[in-house]
Nanobody, 119 residues
Framework: QVQLVESGGGLVQPGGSLRLSCAAS????????MSWYRQAPGKERELVAT??????TYADSVKGRFAISRDNAKNTLYLQMNSLKPEDTAVYYC??????????????WGQGTQVTVSS
C-alpha cells in the first residue's frame, strides 16, 4: 500500500537548520509531483515547495532559505531548511500527487513531522 513517512523534524533555535526526509513506497515515485506542506496551530495548511516533473517552486515565505530535492532512486523527498524563523514552526507534511490524462487524481499524504523554531 502507499506510504509516505516523514522524518527529521525537531526543535531548533532561530537561524538554525533542519533537513526533513519523506520516504515513499507503494507507487511510482518518479512519476509524481512531490510537495511539502505545513500547518501551524490555528492556521490552514499551506504549500511550502513542490518538486514537479522538471520544475521546482517555492512559497514566497521560504524562497532563498529552503531547498526541496528528490532522489528517485531512493524514493525519497527532502526539504533542507536554513535560516529558520519562529514563524516556520508547524507540522510539515509530505504530499504525492499524480493526475492522469483523464484528470483522475492520486493524492497521498504522510502523517507529518513537527518542526519547532524557538530559543
Amino acid at each position: 500500500q502507499v506510504q509516505l513517512v516523514e522524518s527529521g523534524g525537531g526543535l531548533v533555535q532561530p537561524g538554525g537548520s533542519l533537513r526533513l526526509s519523506c520516504a515513499a513506497s507503494g507507487f511510482t515515485f518518479s512519476s509524481y509531483a512531490m510537495s511539502w506542506y505545513r500547518q501551524a496551530p490555528g492556521k490552514e495548511r499551506e504549500l511550502v515547495a513542490t518538486s514537479g516533473i522538471g520544475s521546482i517552486t517555492y512559497a514566497d515565505s521560504v524562497k532563498g532559505r529552503f531547498a526541496i530535492s528528490r532522489d528517485n532512486a531512493k524514493n525519497t523527498l527532502y526539504l533542507q531548511m536554513n535560516s529558520l524563523k519562529p514563524e516556520d514552526t508547524a507540522v510539515y507534511y509530505c504530499n504525492a500527487l499524480f493526475t492522469t490524462f483523464y484528470s483522475k487524481k492520486y493524492d497521498y499524504w504522510g502523517q507529518g513531522t513537527q518542526v519547532t523554531v524557538s530559543s
